[in-house]
């Protein structure tokens, strides 16, 4: 295989797959490979990458990371779990992907780690210092107990925070203190604790602010987000205007929430274990810090000459002695009052306005530096490892970066002398470990020249001659000592230090240089000059507190105050100095640097693309600036001195091995081999490459570009062939597949066919079969009939000849019997003809009588004996006889039935009581009188006479008529009176007794006529079958004045057989009843004559009655 080489738009073109950070890299992920290698690369490099959103770029195993200022989504769960036990180049330059590493070798190779953070304000070193700490607890164990050490880990920032930092000119979240975190672990890699050490808190910035800067978060987060109930607690007022100490021209700002930030922090407080008493003493303190600042003095002049000072308004002494509970005489006494305690001698001066007002800020400066110390002591506690186990330590440390500002004083100073340390720490450890690994592998390297500080370190820390040892050495001189003092000795000791500027000095370099105040020194700093008012240096290195304050404070009753002075205490009086604040930081600064060269460094170099903390601006001079500073050039080149690339050898074999056919697709022997054989077979030049002891290392960027084209093309290829085999081989499993199916197909179509034929076949055989049964069945079934009807003609025949047979053996039967019987009567005769020959003589005169006789009796025996049982029921109606048997009985056989008749009605009327008798007597009277007389007659016989249809006797309304009869009533009954007058009818009561006949009133019961019996003489009435009767009066008698009666009745048969009894049996007399269709009435005078015609059928079965005139009255009987 040969060298091609080609061109970057190719390059970029091809780099598709994300593997590695060389795929889809934006400009150079590793500065290493940059070609060529100088500062404008560099740079457009950064910001190509800073424009497509990659902020972290390495060199080599250092992270650059430039502040975006904006929240880009890089840091999601989802890339945690990407950059998760991923090899350091593996993927795209990541912070994440250092934290990765460094816990991973702490875990697996149990090497302690350092993460140090470096860049200047506002870089992003806090930030990036979280997004390692919550890196490494995402990746780390887990379960409820660790969980926990983590939160706590976790949840102490937002409290060092909020204490500890500050909004500056250059970042508005600015740490004002430097802060190193010992994580540790268990040999599992779990969190146990942590150990925080924190370096100089700028606590003058309690007292006074620069120009847009603001006082620590703390301050402004309580006015903001305490409640009105607890800012009255801590005597606070919510107006920030209120507080001399709080700069009010940035009080507030932008983006950032102190209220919601206040609730952060009380809950990060109470998640890392603070007791409610603890925070409730924290902010107390904060308060009474806030309002010692609003203690103003004014001057008094005592007689002696003196000047005094005075607390011009007492209140605020007063709320600030009840909130710390000092006695307020004993605070007072201390602003005005100064004591020197010298060789058992006490001398008390009284302070002048100004040292009343230096003490009073002092005090507040010490009490708010102390606090945030016991505050990082009591967190501490809190986070320590519980168990004494040995433990893994990942340090993380976030400094304040370097800083310039307009005045710059001796906190300034102190921060860049640590910016100094760590450079060179930096410097030696990064160049340390370069060199080390040359050794180990066995690869020779040539020096590269850069810039060592420690010339820088040198002039500040020398124990003889350095800044920090003149300050000392002034603070400690006894004599009067100023800040101008201190420079002029600096003057003489530093002045022919390169590094090192004053006007004063006697060097005459910068004589001259106006731009060089007097009262300042200037100091070239390894990223930049810096000039140092000299002005505060001796008072803040002494950082002196009058003893009266802080025996005031230990009086206090409160008891977090008590407690941050110790030295207070009268009892524990101790006349030595307390060391200065130089000489404590320079020996804290030593201790940490040692503590990072026991450890492996990992480096993230924060960046700061511009000045204005805004996005998406790359300000190029700026970048420079802290590229050169940083030697981040020099670092590359030093990376590169050597070689530019270095790897493994088996992640090598693994990513090139298919450029050359002996390695691919496997290679059996050892890596080495295998990276020999490849280098070998692709030609690259000897000088290219040399071989370590685990690692090739490439002498150039090219080389490596060149090979990563080699396999982007070999990628290409391979891509091809797998797609060529793919294709092939999908179609030719297409094909098989079709053909299979075509098969499967034409066999499942086969068979149908031969379904259906087999179907066909089928259906015709059965057809066919059908009909040959069908044709075998009807053969049978003729032969059968045939059969049948053979058989029943034999049948026939048989009977035929069988009733033949019969019929003639009946004939000579009967013909054998008519014979015997001939012969019998033959012979009968002949024996009656021979008896009677031989008897004749003996009986010839009466025998032909006495048998004539006996004949005669036996028949008639046989006759009744018969009849006996022959004789019909005795029903009287039975109409039923048996017939005559012989002739001659029929005259007897009549008078037999007759006899029989009489006898059963005998029988029957046997039975009946008086009663029945009485009515059958009446029945047969009326039997006698109108038996086919007239026609209404048939109709009554079966009707019972019941006599009394009215029930006089019972009926209330009748009570006067039964009263006027005394006598028995045989009829009573309603009947129907006609009027001569017109033939209309009018209701009466028939009333017949023993002795009369009576008609009264139907409604009333009156009785309209009584005629006696006697003077009845005729009832009339018609054939036909109506109710109409006349009852006839004797002429003359009393009742006949009105004339006869003309009444009609339904009962009409019973009436005049009754009428006609009663007059029988009372008068002797038979009724005279006359049965014509025409008779005469006597009415009065008149005599008219009733005549009953067929009349039409007009008014149903009622006859009606019409005077015709006169002498006519005409009755229409239908
Ligand atoms: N990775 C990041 N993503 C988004 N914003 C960031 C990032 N890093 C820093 N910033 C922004 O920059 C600001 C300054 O960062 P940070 O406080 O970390 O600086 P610093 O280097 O710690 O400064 P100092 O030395 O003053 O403490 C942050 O408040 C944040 O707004
Ligand atoms: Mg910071």
């Not at 006082?215 to 800012?231: K, M, P, T």
């Not at 340090?395 to 800083?403: H, P, S, W």
């Not at 006007?503 to 060089?516: A, I, Q, V």
């Not at 003639?808 to 021979?834: C, D, F, N, S, T």
Request: glycine share 4%; hydrophobic share 35%.
């Amino acid at each position: 295989m040969k060298w091609r080489i080609l061109t970057s738009e190719e390059k970029m073109a091809k780099m598709e797959v994300k593997t590695s950070l060389l795929d889809n890299m934006i400009g150079v992920g590793d500065m290493v490979l940059l070609e060529p290698l100088d500062e404008d690369s560099f740079i457009n490099n950064l910001k190509k990458r800073y424009d497509h959103n990659e902020v972290y770029t390495y060199i080599g195993s250092v992270v650059i990371s430039i502040n975006p200022y904006r929240s880009l989504p890089i840091y999601t769960p989802e890339k945690v779990e990407e950059y998760r036990n991923r090899n350091f180049y593996e993927l795209s330059p990541h912070i994440f992907a250092l934290s990765d590493e460094a816990y991973r070798s702490l875990r697996d190779q149990d090497k302690d780690q350092c993460i140090l953070i470096t860049g200047e304000s506002g870089a992003g070193k806090t930030e990036a210092s979280k997004l390692v700490m919550s890196y490494v607890a995402a990746v780390c164990g887990k379960g409820a107990e660790v969980n926990q050490v983590k939160e706590q880990l976790l949840q102490s920032n937002p409290v060092l925070e909020a204490f500890g930092n500050a909004k500056t000119v250059r970042n508005d979240n600015s740490s004002r203190f430097g802060k190193y975190m010992d994580i540790e672990f268990d040999f599992k890699g779990d969190p146990l604790g942590g150990v925080i050490s924190n370096y100089l808190l700028e606590k003058s910035r309690v007292v006074k602010q620069p120009r847009g800067e603001r006082n620590f978060h703390i301050f402004y987060q309580i006015l903001s987000g305490a409640s009105e109930d607890f800012l009255c607690k801590l005597k606070l007022e919510r107006d920030f205007s209120r507080y001399n100490y709080l700069g009010l021209d940035s009080a507030k700002v932008n983006g950032v929430d102190d209220a919601a930030n206040f609730r952060t922090v009380r809950n990060a407080m109470q998640i890392v274990g603070f007791m409610d008493h603890e925070t409730q003493s924290v902010f107390e303190v904060v308060a009474a810090v806030l309002k010692l600042g609003n203690i103003e003095f004014k001057p008094e002049s005592r007689v002696n000459g003196l000047d005094e000072s005075k607390i011009k308004d007492k209140n605020e002494l007063k709320e600030i002695c009840e909130l710390t509970g000092i006695d307020q005489s004993v605070l007072e006494r201390a602003f005005s009052f100064r004591t020197v305690e010298a060789k058992q001698e006490k001398v008390s001066t009284t302070l002048n306005v100004a040292q009343a007002y230096y003490a009073r800020d002092a005090l507040a400066k010490n009490l708010y530096s102390r606090l945030f110390s016991w505050l990082v002591t009591r967190i501490n506690e809190s986070i320590k490892a519980q168990t004494k186990v040995r433990k893994k330590v990942m340090g993380v440390l976030d400094i304040y970066g370097f800083e310039i500002f307009e005045d710059n004083s001796f906190e300034q100073f102190i921060i860049n002398y640590c910016n100094e340390k760590l450079q060179q720490i930096f410097i030696e450890l990064t160049l340390k470990e370069e060199q080390e690994e040359y050794i180990r592998e066995g690869i020779e390297w040539t020096h590269i020249e850069y810039f060592n500080n420690a010339i820088i370190c040198d002039l500040i820390e020398n124990n003889q001659t350095g800044i920090l040892a003149m300050l000392d050495e002034e603070c400690l001189r006894p004599g009067t000592v100023t800040d101008d003092t201190f420079l002029e000795k600096l003057n003489q000791v530093c002045a022919t230090h390169q590094h090192f500027e004053s006007r004063m000095s006697k060097c005459s370099r910068f004589l001259n240089d106006t731009s060089l105040p007097h009262s300042c020194f200037r100091i070239q700093h390894y990223a930049g000059k810096v000039m140092y008012q000299v002005e505060g240096f001796v008072d803040k290195n002494n950082d002196l507190l009058y003893r009266d304050l802080s025996q005031a404070m230990w009086k206090a009753s409160h008891s977090l105050i008590k407690a941050l002075f110790p030295e207070g205490n009268p009892t524990k009086i101790n006349l030595k100095r307390p060391p200065t604040a130089g000489s404590q930081f320079k020996a804290s600064v030593a201790t940490l640097m040692k503590n990072l060269q026991t450890k492996n460094p990992n480096y993230i170099r924060c960046i700061k693309p511009n000045d204005k903390k805004a996005a998406h601006i790359f300000n190029d001079a700026l970048v420079c600036h802290q590229i050169r500073y940083l030697g981040l050039l020099e670092n590359v080149r030093v990376r590169r001195a050597g070689y530019a690339f270095r790897q493994a050898y088996e992640p090598c074999l693994e990513r090139y091995k298919m450029l050359c056919k002996q390695t691919w697709p496997h290679w059996r022997g050892p890596a080495r081999a295998g990276v020999e054989v490849l280098f070998n077979e692709l030609e690259i030049p000897e000088e290219e490459f040399s071989f370590g002891r685990s690692k090739i290392f490439i002498r150039n960027p090219r080389t490596l570009f060149k090979l990563e084209d080699l396999r982007k093309q070999r990628l290409e290829d391979l891509a091809t062939l797998i797609e060529k085999i793919y294709r092939g081989w999908k179609c030719r499993t297409r094909f098989l597949l079709m053909k299979k199916s075509q098969i499967v197909i034409a066999s499942w179509y086969r068979r149908y066919a031969q379904q259906k034929k087999y179907q066909k076949i089928k259906n015709s055989a059965v057809i066919v079969q059908s009909y040959i049964r069908g044709w075998k069945a009807r053969k049978l079934l003729r032969e059968l009939k045939h059969q049948k009807r053979c058989n029943e003609a034999a049948t026939i025949i048989a009977a035929y000849w069988h009733g033949t047979q019969a019929r003639r053996e009946l004939k000579r039967l009967k013909e054998e019997a008519r014979r015997k019987h001939a012969v019998a009567v033959i012979w009968a005769y002949w024996l009656g003809l021979k008896v009677r020959r031989e008897y004749r003589k003996f009986f010839r005169a009466n025998a032909g009588r006495k048998i004539y006789e006996f004949t005669l009796q036996r028949l008639m025996q046989k006759y009744f004996l018969e009849m006996k049982n022959k004789v019909p029921s005795l029903s009287p109606i039975d109409k039923n006889w048996p017939a005559r048997p012989y002739l001659f009985l029929d005259s007897t056989h009549k008078e037999l039935k007759r006899i029989f008749h009489l006898w059963r009605c005998k029988k029957y009327r046997d039975q009946f009581t008086d009663q029945q008798k009485l009515i059958y007597e009446e029945k047969l009277e009326a039997s006698e009188l109108f038996k086919d007389k007239k026609a209404l007659y048939p109709a009554s016989v079966g009707q019972p006479f019941q006599g009394a249809y009215l029930e006089i006797s019972k009926n209330p309304k009748y009570k006067k008529l039964k009263d006027a009869v005394d006598e028995k009533i045989i009829i009573a009954e309603v009947v129907n009176k006609i009027n001569r007058a017109n033939g209309k009818a009018t209701s009466r009561i028939f009333l017949l007794t023993k002795n009369n006949v009576l008609l009264a009133d139907q409604k009333s019961g009156n009785i309209k006529s009584e005629v006696p019996l006697g003077d009845v003489t005729k009832v009339s009435m018609s054939s036909q079958n109506d109710g109409f009767f006349a009852v006839h009066l004797k002429e003359g008698s009393g009742a006949a004045g009105k004339g006869d009666f003309l009444l009609s009745s339904d009962h009409l048969i019973e009436m005049a057989t009754k009428l006609y009894r009663t007059t029988l049996s009372q008068t002797k007399q038979k009724l005279n009843i006359e049965i014509s269709d025409e008779f005469l009435v006597q009415f009065r005078q008149d005599k008219v004559c009733v005549k009953f015609i067929q009349g039409s059928q007009k008014n149903g079965n009622i006859p009606t009655c019409k005077r015709k005139n006169n002498r006519l009255l005409e009755v229409a009987v239908p």
